[in-house]
Nanobody
Framework: QVQLVESGGGLVQAGGSLRLSCAAS????????MGWYRQAPGKQRELVAT???????NYADSVKVRFTISRDNAKNTVYLQMNSLKPEDTAVYYC??????????????WGQGTQVTVSS
């Protein structure tokens, strides 16, 4: 069994910052890519940022420069530093991990989501 536990969401004023964390635990042999997605009310879930085990990153155009994804492989944790937040960043943010379990099978896992609300 694998769990992804997110933390760090909340309410912030426009221009402010938040840092999200997501820790993976359980039957994990190794973790490939980790990332963050978000879903605003009435919209589809969209990619925010991803990071490979080697540290290569990918960002949505809407968050480039403002957001930074990082990971601590020793802690199986991924972070999302969000600066210069805008009201349009308001959404539920979901952590994602593609990982290999002890049976050497690869699976995709999702966290429960954490709410980020940016007020204008």
């Amino acid at each position: 069994q694998v769990q992804l536990v997110e933390s760090g969401g909340g309410l912030v004023q426009a221009g402010g910052s938040l840092r999200l964390s997501c820790a993976a635990s359980g039957s994990i042999f190794s973790i490939n890519a980790m990332g963050w997605y978000r879903q605003a009310p009435g919209k589809q879930r969209e990619l925010v940022a991803t990071i490979t085990s080697g540290g290569s990153t990918n960002y949505a155009d809407s968050v480039k420069v403002r957001f930074t994804i990082s990971r601590d492989n020793a802690k199986n944790t991924v972070y999302l530093q969000m600066n210069s937040l805008k009201p349009e960043d308001t959404a539920v943010y979901y952590c994602h991990a593609n990982l290999i379990n002890f049976s050497r099978y690869a699976y995709n896992y999702w966290g429960q989501g954490t709410q980020v609300t940016v007020s204008s």
